[in-house]
Nanobody, 121 residues
Framework: QVQLVESGGGSVQAGGSLRLSCAAS????????MAWFRQAPGKEREFVAV????????YYSDSVKGRFTISRDNAKNTVYLQMNSLKPEDTAVYYC??????????????WGQGTRVTVSS
């Protein structure tokens, strides 16, 4: 089991930036990928970005592509989400995830507690 702790959320005006961090502990070596998801008030959780732990390849949702960047620091067992050009519709609780359920990397077994991001217009 992987333990995940997110940090870096907060409030920012539209157009601003935030960087989220997710520190992983436990059996991280067995997690081939880590991802960020988000859940806005009254909406279902949605995928944001995923990164391969081995080669660093990334994939983004269309709604954040070109504005958000996911990265990892293997030595620190930490994944980051740099969020630029933030929009009010980015307001949500952001969750870090690890240990994919299957090779599609669409769902994960381990989740962090979430960090809130609020973007005001």
């Amino acid at each position: 089991q992987v333990q995940l702790v997110e940090s870096g959320g907060g409030s920012v005006q539209a157009g601003g930036s935030l960087r989220l961090s997710c520190a992983a502990s436990g059996q991280t070596f067995s997690s081939p990928a880590m991802a960020w998801f988000r859940q806005a008030p009254g909406k279902e959780r949605e995928f944001v970005a995923v990164i391969s732990w081995s080669d660093g390849s990334t994939y983004y949702s269309d709604s954040v592509k070109g504005r958000f960047t996911i990265s990892r620091d293997n030595a620190k067992n930490t994944v980051y989400l740099q969020m630029n050009s933030l929009k009010p519709e980015d307001t949500a609780v952001y969750y870090c995830a690890a240990d994919p359920v299957d090779i599609t990397w669409a769902d994960f077994r381990s989740w962090g507690q979430g960090t809130r991001v609020t973007v005001s217009s």
